[in-house]
């Protein structure tokens, strides 16, 4: 509609009363999703990682994926719909959806004759705080037939703020289960060194940010290499996620980056490509 005649503040009004629609449309469209209702506007796409040293994959990140024909544009960026979820207190059960999902495609690269790729899983800090999480998560992998040493949790920082101790000794448990913990998007929150030390953690991701300087010959401009050296001071691996050229490749090279996702690689696949992919390298 065109409101030619009328002062901005409709406009504005309009905008707004198109997003609150478009914000309700996919709340129900996650809510047909957990009711098992919609079984194809939500999917997972899983995005390879590559070890540096030896150029094999190690394994991939589920990335959940929200398309809709109800809506307009059809594709929901999953910044926006996991906080839609989470703001509506549905995270923890589109959580174990994902969680379900990114099993069973672990169990279909075993099938493969993968059964040493991992398959990473993004947690939101509300599905971790919640004390059913252990318990649902252990059935999942169970009843999918999923390895949890297989099985990585990608948790990040913000969930340990007021929760240190509480988070830690979870991480802890699920640790005795035979799961990982990745601390995701690495150097934007709030830890700081001493934390990540005695953090139950077995990897940090540096987050793009820190990769996106990585542009230059000079290697001294950017972060990334001392953020790599004292991870592995405290024995953690270091993932490096973003990295889309080869001067970011060659730097993280240089300075032993453990392991690399980014488009250089390969973009997030549907589960039919990622296993091509893997077929293929
Ligand atoms: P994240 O976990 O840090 O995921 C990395 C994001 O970077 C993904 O965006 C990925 O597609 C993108 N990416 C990967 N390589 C490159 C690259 O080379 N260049 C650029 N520019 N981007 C790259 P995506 O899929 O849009 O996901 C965004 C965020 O949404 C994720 O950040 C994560 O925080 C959240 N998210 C995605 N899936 C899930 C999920 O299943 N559960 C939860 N709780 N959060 C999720
Ligand atoms: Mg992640
Ligand atoms: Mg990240
Ligand atoms: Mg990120």
Same mark, same amino acid.
């Given at each position: 509609?065109?409101?030619?005649?009328?002062?901005?503040?409709?406009?504005?009004?309009?905008?707004?009363?198109?997003?609150?629609?478009?914000?309700?449309?996919?709340?129900?469209?996650?809510?047909?999703?957990?009711?098992?209702?919609?079984?194809?506007?939500?999917?997972?796409?899983?995005?390879?990682?590559?070890?540096?040293?030896?150029?094999?994959?190690?394994?991939?990140?589920?990335?959940?994926?929200?398309?809709?024909?109800?809506?307009?544009?059809?594709?929901?960026?999953?910044?926006?719909?996991?906080?839609?979820?989470?703001?509506?207190?549905?995270?923890?059960?589109?959580?174990?959806?994902?969680?379900?999902?990114?099993?069973?495609?672990?169990?279909?690269?075993?099938?493969?004759?993968?059964?040493?790729?991992?398959?990473?899983?993004?947690?939101?800090?509300?599905?971790?705080?919640?004390?059913?999480?252990?318990?649902?998560?252990?059935?999942?992998?169970?009843?999918?037939?999923?390895?949890?040493?297989? &099985?990585?949790?990608?948790?990040?920082?913000?969930?340990? $703020? %007021? /929760?240190?101790? @509480? +988070?830690? #000794?979870?991480?802890?448990?699920?640790?005795?289960?035979?799961?990982?913990?990745?601390?995701?998007?690495?150097?934007?929150?709030?830890?700081?060194?001493?934390?990540?030390?005695?953090?139950? &953690?077995?990897?940090?991701?540096?987050?793009?940010?820190? $990769? %996106? /300087?990585?542009? @230059? +010959?000079? #290697?001294?401009?950017?972060?990334?290499?001392?953020?790599?050296?004292?991870?592995?001071?405290?024995?953690?691996?270091?993932?490096?996620?973003?990295?889309?050229?080869?001067?970011?490749?060659?730097?993280?090279?240089?300075?032993?980056?453990?392991?690399?996702?980014?488009?250089?690689?390969?973009?997030?696949?549907?589960?039919?490509?990622?296993?091509?992919?893997?077929?293929?390298?």
């Amino acid at each position: 509609t065109h409101h030619q005649d009328q002062t901005s503040i409709y406009f504005y009004q309009d905008d707004l009363a198109r997003v609150i629609r478009r914000e309700e449309i996919i709340l129900q469209t996650l809510r047909r999703v957990i009711r098992r209702e919609d079984t194809q506007s939500f999917f997972l796409y899983f995005q390879p990682k590559i070890h540096l040293e030896r150029k094999n994959i190690v394994g991939f990140e589920a990335l959940a994926r929200l398309n809709s024909d109800s809506l307009d544009p059809s594709f929901v960026s999953p910044t926006e719909f996991i906080s839609i979820a989470e703001k509506n207190y549905i995270i923890y059960d589109l959580g174990l959806i994902i969680i379900e999902h990114a099993c069973h495609f672990h169990y279909q690269l075993v099938e493969r004759g993968y059964a040493e790729a991992r398959v990473a899983i993004n947690i939101s800090g509300l599905q971790l705080l919640r004390d059913e999480f252990e318990e649902d998560l252990i059935k999942i992998i169970a009843t999918t037939g999923a390895n949890p040493n297989y &099985i990585v949790l990608e948790i990040t920082e913000s969930v340990l $703020i %007021n /929760n240190f101790e @509480r +988070i830690n #000794d979870k991480l802890e448990r699920l640790k005795s289960f035979g799961l990982s913990i990745d601390l995701d998007d690495f150097g934007t929150g709030f830890s700081s060194f001493s934390s990540i030390a005695e953090l139950n &953690i077995d990897r940090v991701k540096l987050d793009q940010t820190f $990769i %996106n /300087n990585i542009t @230059r +010959i000079d #290697d001294s401009t950017a972060l990334a290499s001392n953020l790599i050296a004292m991870c592995h001071k405290v024995g953690l691996e270091v993932i490096a996620e973003g990295v889309e050229n080869e001067a970011q490749l060659g730097y993280l090279e240089r300075h032993k980056c453990d392991i690399i996702q980014g488009y250089f690689f390969s973009k997030p696949l549907s589960v039919e490509d990622a296993l091509i992919y893997i077929d293929r390298n």
